[in-house]
């Protein structure tokens, strides 16, 4: 028996759901300071111990992993309480405030022998297209991997006039670069098979939501060591068609992966045979090895079997370099070397 417990029921909820659809794990304990939230998410999930403070949840001797679903700007001091207490830890992204901050919580991780994990959950929520396509890349069915666009498009992410820590920078770090751009540079790099980006060049603005301080457009080019480009598009609020998509270029296919669209209609697939090119889209996508059902699952059984994560903390710290760098190319007006 695996014993979980969640601090934060914002998103938390999402880990708590995840968390209940795995055997033999028991949700033993949430946190939130509002406890509005807390007796509907305890109700829900037969949870035995509920808390305001969540040091009292890390004081539980018997529990084994932590999801720590909070503002961004409390990940990287609660993740390092957490795996000083002994527990291994699920953060939700962005995984810090810096890849300064990221550093500190591989370190504490290290240091305590325990486990430490980002939620990036989209190669997941989005499967089994995602793990289809990987699976494709690795086969080397499109070839060499030059250029991959993530794009993350959205209208408008709240109304005019709300205020959240999500819209204060302070709090979260910034929007466009720092909400969306964890998964979908994750994304990209996971498909590449390539965590290490050389340089980055990237332009951010506050364009149209002028009561925050947060940017709402985010462009960069980012270089990675195995040769592709990845191209990131994202905004929080923007006049076009909303939408969010990865597409892929190889030496012999490409795709398109539409993550807005229903499952059996999200990939599409780009070749040539016999000197004639063709456009496929999958609807009946079988793996050889299913993948877990959730970031959650996957994250229990990693640690059952004694091994790294996919969404190691690793690859959390290359992740939030780049988003860094962007920021700081977007401030200097030049490459930033990574």
């Known amino acids: 028996m695996v014993n979980v417990g969640v601090i934060g029921l914002g998103m938390g909820r999402e880990h708590l759901r995840g968390y209940s659809l795995i055997p033999d794990v028991r949700i033993l304990a949430v946190a939130d300071l509002d406890e509005g939230r807390l007796r ?82 989209y190669r997941w929520a989005f499967n089994p297209d995602t793990f289809y396509l990987k699976q494709l890349i690795a086969q080397g069915k499109l070839g060499d991997i030059y250029y991959i666009r993530s794009v993350s498009l959205r209208r408008r992410t709240f109304l005019r006039g709300h205020k959240s820590w999500f819209s ?98 999200r990939l599409t697939l780009f070749g040539e045979e016999d000197n004639t090119l063709f456009e496929v889209a999958p609807v009946d996508i079988r793996l050889p090895v299913p993948p877990e059902a959730t970031v959650q699952e996957h994250v229990v059984r990693s640690i059952r079997a004694g091994r790294q994560p996919e969404n190691s903390a690793e690859c959390g710290l290359a992740v939030m370099r780049v988003l860094e760098a962007i920021y700081r190319s977007s401030a200097t007006g030049g490459d930033i070397v990574l």
């Open 40 to 121: 509907p998410a305890s109700e829900q999930y037969r949870v035995p111990h509920v808390f305001t403070d969540y040091r009292a949840l890390l004081a539980l001797k018997e529990l084994d992993l932590v999801s720590i679903c909070l503002p961004n700007y409390l990940h990287a001091p609660v993740t390092i309480e957490a795996l000083k207490a002994g527990k291994h830890v699920l953060v939700e992204k962005p995984m810090a405030m810096s890849s300064a901050e990221a550093e500190a919580m591989i370190a504490a991780a290290r240091e305590q022998g325990r486990t430490l994990a980002v939620s990036v959950n």
């Open 168 to 265: 204060d920078k302070a709090s979260s770090g910034g929007a466009a670069v720092m909400d969306m751009g964890p998964h979908m540079v994750d994304l990209a790099m996971w498909f590449a098979g390539d965590y290490a980006p050389l340089s980055v060049s990237g332009v951010t603005r506050t364009a149209i939501m002028a009561d925050t301080d947060v940017d709402d457009f985010a462009t960069a080019l980012i270089r990675l060591k195995g040769g592709a480009t990845v191209a990131l598009e994202s905004t929080w609020e923007s006049f076009t068609r909303p939408g969010l998509s990865i597409t892929i270029l190889g030496t012999r296919g490409g795709a398109i992966l539409n993550l807005g669209a229903p499952q059996g209609q």
